[in-house]
């Protein structure tokens, strides 16, 4: 069974730390993704990657890095933690246009 | 204006009903369009992929794509409560290295 992992289910950090959030797929996928979901307003891209070393800036980038030194990992970096970064957040993968492969979440709470 | 508008919902329907849920989106560059069932507290999982116009049909669920009208569509028949969940529609190009724009998604609570 195809999976991707992300390292934390539920997290609690304090305002100012740096945070990782870590995801690995085991598909041998060119694409992973993150997105943040909050309620009213639906899946919201963060950072994408298509290849390694590669990361491309979605549509809420403020606040976040990425890394991808491999293939099936893909990281996202919170560089100074704050409480309105609360947030549900995703990571996927797919091939080049094929559905996305999610991971089960990260719930994140900044305190 | 978003690029992809999904009915709000929420839906809540009998078991054994039929269930459409639709979106429409504004971008005619979409060719790949998708949903995805999330439960409570998981990530959403691919429940049917299309590519372009037309219908696809799998067990109780099926997927119609209407590129004229700009319009996706799907509807389950015979519902059940283990439907109940939040359904997102999703689109995609084929030059934009997979990525795609979500729907904000319809909660359905199908009742016994």
């Known amino acids: 069974d195809v999976k991707v992992t992300q390292s934390s289910r539920y997290l609690v950090k304090r305002t100012g730390e740096k945070v990782f959030l870590e995801c690995v797929q085991d598909?041998?996928?060119?694409?992973m993704f993150w997105y943040r979901q909050d309620p009213g307003l639906g899946l919201r891209l963060i950072y994408f990657?298509?290849?390694?070393?590669?990361?491309e800036k979605g549509d809420i980038p403020e606040g976040y890095s990425v890394s991808r030194e491999k293939k099936e990992r893909f990281s996202l970096i919170l560089e100074s933690a704050s409480t309105n970064q609360t947030s549900m957040y995703l990571c996927?993968?797919?091939?080049?246009?094929?559905?996305?492969?999610f991971g089960s979440g990260t719930r994140l709470t900044v305190v | 204006q978003k690029e992809v508008e999904q009915d709000p919902g929420p839906l809540s329907v009998p078991e054994g009903a039929i269930v459409s849920l639709n979106c429409t989106y504004s971008?005619?560059?979409?060719?790949?369009f998708m949903w995805y069932r999330q439960y409570s507290r998981k990530g959403p999982e691919l429940l049917m992929y299309?590519?372009?116009?037309g219908n696809k049909e799998d067990g109780r669920f099926t997927a119609q794509v209407d590129k004229s009208s700009k319009y996706i569509s799907l509807f389950i028949r015979d519902s059940q409560p283990s439907d109940s969940a939040t359904y997102l529609c999703a689109m995609g190009t084929n030059t934009n290295a997979g990525k795609s724009t979500f729907g904000d998604g319809t909660t359905l609570t199908v009742k016994p």
């Open positions: 996927a993968s797919s091939l080049r246009e094929f559905g996305y492969t």
């Open positions: 990657s298509y290849d390694v070393k590669m990361k």
């Open positions: 598909m041998d996928h060119e694409n």
């Open positions: 971008n005619s560059a979409f060719q790949y």
């Open positions: 299309t590519y372009s116009s």
